[in-house]
């Protein structure tokens, strides 16, 4: 029979971090599902925030140190909400499929488009992200070019940042386009092996959102994981 030892967490947890003890908070759902920061009311009822780890664990922001990002290397979403990268073409059925892209609680399938940059700057930025861990890298193998999303036409003028409505109506995404890469990432195991279209894809992303990327997933296991 096992047992469940119940604790004052905030004291737990602030005693641990007077003893020079490390604690690794992890967060549910993504950053643009946030109550008060995501796409409303397309969103969760709690702070999906890195802000959420205070509120939630009764930790004072000056307490957190680093921030590590984990996104993925397309886009995803599940269920209704805006989505201006979305795809509804082959690329779109191809990511989904080969990234088996459906819910882990629902089963829903998720919708898939090219990378929003808008996006995870705005989500960089909103949870003071200190490093990035790019997730799916291999999905995109096979692809002869690449689209990442780096402004949006709004309302008739060109911003590069989230506004608060980005409604298809209001928002247009403006692309660069990226050569692709042809190799199976899955049985690579050191950032020199990887092809030079994902390394310029890469450095792409970490110029943009200022930001170092500092691990690059290549497989659903948790080994076919690269440290850059």
């Known amino acids: 029979m096992k047992k469940l030892t119940f604790i004052d967490s905030e004291e737990y947890l602030n005693k641990a971090l007077k003893e020079g003890k490390s604690i690794l908070a992890e967060g549910a759902q993504g950053s643009l599902l946030d109550v008060d920061f995501g796409t409303y009311p397309f969103v969760t009822s709690s702070n999906t925030t890195a802000a959420g780890a205070c509120t939630g664990l009764g930790i004072a922001p000056n307490k957190v140190k680093d921030v590590f990002g984990i996104f993925k290397a397309y886009t995803t979403r599940v269920g209704s909400g805006p989505f201006p990268t979305e795809l509804f073409d082959e690329a779109g059925q191809t990511m989904a499929k080969v990234g088996n892209e459906f819910g882990s609680v629902t089963g829903r399938a998720r919708r898939c488009g090219w990378l929003d940059l808008v996006a995870l700057k705005y989500a960089v930025q909103v949870n003071g992200v200190t490093q990035l861990y790019m997730m799916k890298g291999d999905v995109l193998s096979g692809f002869d070019t690449l689209k990442i999303c780096t402004g949006y036409k709004y309302k008739g003028k060109e911003i590069q940042h989230l506004p608060y409505n980005i409604e298809p109506e209001n928002v247009e995404p403006i692309f660069t386009t990226m050569k692709g890469w042809k ?24 110029k943009e959102v200022e930001v170092p990327i500092k691990v690059i997933s290549v497989g659903p296991d948790r080994k076919q994981t690269i440290t850059k």
């Open 183 to 206: 190799a199976d990432l899955t049985g690579m195991t050191s950032y020199e092996e990887l092809p030079a279209e994902l390394k310029e894809y890469i450095k792409f992303i970490e």
